[in-house]
């Protein structure tokens, strides 16, 4: 039984394990890496593998660093099944379309640019996504499914995202039966909407995600009243409030929270946008599996027939021209739009006509990759340059981060502490210096002997 790290090693993005086991392969998650541009066009475009030589997907959940290259896997030919819980099957059809309507429309961009270049081909395109689609096995969350001879797997509940799972694999070789958990993106207790992350009994080994595995983060409930806090103080300014947010998860956790502070006339009754199709067709995967949400979001909404994602003055805008009218609005509201990072999309455009006014907040609730327009808001730089405009940022900048859906260094590992058998574990999906430290708290705190980073292509062989 040998692990060969492909992707998520040293590194946060790019989510990718190859599991050997009977002469099989099983590849757990086929994540995008993302970043620095040159690098990652690089690494994604090579699969280190022949995608034809797999013989079963299990895909932890439905984020583009976790998901984003399956397409590319049937663009090389790969047609075996790609097993996901249910929501993430359903996340995955918008997910993954979107994706390659990105790819395809990026190396338009940069063969417009650079026409004397040699022409650039996408990394895959919407037919790809299409026929991954096809591939699909969805499953219930805590039921065995057979993998292949002698593997067989289970998803738990991880409480990142909707639909985010733990997988467990159970591996029979060479007459012993032993048992692998890979954690994918761990949540946290107390997220809205979502249960807290379930903890398998019994493992023998286990890859361990390590994002925030050197910090701790404020408690949820602080978020909540900082959102109540700055929608007043905006308000008493007379000034709109723009959230820049990613379409998956975090625009239905605001919603959520903006609901609750509503219901609970915390807030008054202002109009709210949702502008971003993508955002408008998750919120709708989210309806369609309230079985997965949390006993928070049944006793207060669900048990009395009320919808969480829709309430007072809140719309979903669909087309162009209804966000543009958003530009012509004045007095307080409240814009949430994507992309989450501010580098495209329509959030561009409301950022562009809203950060010279100092009334105005842009508020910031998720990570900013460093050279993104978010970052630069972060760093409350003094002008911002958009679509090509030096714009003064006179909007007060205000950051919200205790909504992050990553355990952090207490969640995880009071989450590793309560399984029982643990013989190895590897620390992936974090910086380097986050990985380290969190693989060194393992072994003081929880006196676990073999804890092991693994480099970027390392091959392990199982103890
Ligand atoms: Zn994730």
Same mark, same amino acid.
């Given at each position: 039984m040998q692990i060969q790290f492909l992707g998520a090693a040293d590194e946060v993005t790019g989510s990718s394990h190859l599991v050997t086991v009977n002469g099989k392969r099983i590849l757990l998650d086929c994540g995008m890496f993302q970043g620095h541009r040159k690098e990652s066009i690089m690494k994604n475009f090579a699969f280190l593998f022949d995608p034809t030589e797999i013989t079963a997907v299990i895909l932890s959940h439905a984020h583009i660093d976790h998901s984003g290259r399956l397409p590319l896997l049937a663009k090389n030919r790969y047609r075996g099944p790609v097993y996901?819980?249910?929501?993430?099957?359903?996340?995955?059809?918008?997910?993954?379309?979107?994706?390659?309507? &990105?790819?395809?429309?990026?190396?338009?961009?940069?063969?417009?640019?650079?026409?004397?270049?040699?022409?650039?081909?996408?990394?895959?395109? $919407?037919?790809?996504?299409?026929?991954?689609?096809?591939?699909?096995?969805?499953?219930?969350?805590?039921?065995?499914?057979?993998?292949?001879?002698?593997?067989?797997?289970?998803?738990?509940?991880?409480?990142?995202?909707?639909?985010?799972?733990? $997988?467990?694999?159970?591996?029979?070789?060479?007459?012993?039966?032993?048992?692998l958990g890979f954690t994918g993106d761990l949540g946290r207790d107390d997220l809205p909407i979502l249960r807290d992350p379930q903890i398998p009994e019994k493992l023998d080994y286990l890859i361990t995600e390590s994002t925030y595995g050197d910090r701790l983060h404020a408690p949820f409930p602080d978020a909540e009243k900082e959102l109540e806090r700055v929608i007043n103080e905006t308000i008493a300014r007379g000034g709109k409030i723009i959230i820049p947010a990613f379409a998956m998860e975090r625009t239905q956790e605001i919603v959520y929270a903006l609901h609750l502070l509503h219901q609970a006339r915390r807030i008054p009754p202002l109009p709210i946008y949702v502008d971003s199709p993508l955002a408008t067709n998750v919120t709708e995967v989210f309806g369609r599996h309230m079985e997965d949400f949390d006993d928070h979001a049944w006793d207060n909404f669900l048990e009395q027939n009320t919808d969480p994602f829709s309430f007072g003055n809140l719309k979903y805008t669909h087309s162009v021209d209804e966000s543009k009218e958003l530009n012509q609005k004045h007095g307080?509201?409240?814009?949430?739009?994507?992309?989450?990072?501010?580098?495209?999309?329509? &959030?561009?455009?409301?950022?562009?006509?809203?950060?010279?006014?100092?009334?105005? $907040?842009?508020?910031?609730?998720?990570?900013?990759?460093?050279?993104?327009?978010?970052?630069?808001?972060?760093?409350?730089?003094?002008?911002?340059?958009?679509?090509?405009?030096?714009? +003064?940022?006179?909007?007060?900048?205000?950051? &919200?981060?205790?909504?992050?859906?990553?355990?952090?260094?207490?969640?995880?590992?009071?989450?590793?502490?309560?399984?029982?058998?643990?013989?190895?574990?590897?620390?992936?999906?974090?910086?380097?210096?986050?990985?380290?430290?969190?693989?060194? $708290?393992? +072994?003081?705190?929880?006196?676990?002997?073999?804890?092991?980073?693994?480099?970027?292509?390392?091959? &392990?062989?199982?103890?």
């Open positions: 996901a819980t249910k929501a993430t099957a359903d996340l995955c059809q918008y997910m993954l379309r979107d994706s390659a309507y &990105i790819q395809e429309k990026d190396a338009e961009y940069l063969n417009r640019k650079f026409p004397s270049k040699e022409t650039l081909e996408p990394l895959y395109i $919407t037919e790809h996504a299409e026929q991954i689609l096809e591939q699909f096995s969805p499953q219930n969350y805590a039921e065995w499914f057979e993998v292949t001879d002698g593997v067989r797997a289970k998803f738990l509940d991880a409480g990142h995202i909707l639909g985010s799972a733990i $997988t467990i694999l159970e591996i029979t070789e060479n007459g012993a039966t032993h048992l307080p509201i409240i814009i949430i739009s994507a992309s989450g990072m501010c580098e495209n999309g329509r &959030i561009v455009h409301h950022l562009r006509n809203n950060v010279e006014d100092h009334r105005n $907040t842009i508020l910031i609730v998720g990570y900013m990759a460093e050279g993104t327009l978010g970052r630069k808001l972060v760093e409350k730089a003094p002008a911002v340059k958009i679509f090509g405009q030096e714009l +003064k940022l006179n909007a007060k900048i205000e950051i &919200i981060d205790a909504f992050s859906a990553h355990a952090d260094k207490r969640g995880l590992l009071k989450w590793i502490g309560q399984i029982k058998g643990l013989q190895q574990v590897f620390v992936c999906h974090g910086e380097q210096q986050s990985a380290l430290s969190f693989a060194n $708290t393992l +072994k003081n705190e929880l006196g676990l002997q073999h804890v092991i980073v693994p480099a970027w292509r390392e091959k &392990i062989d199982l103890l």
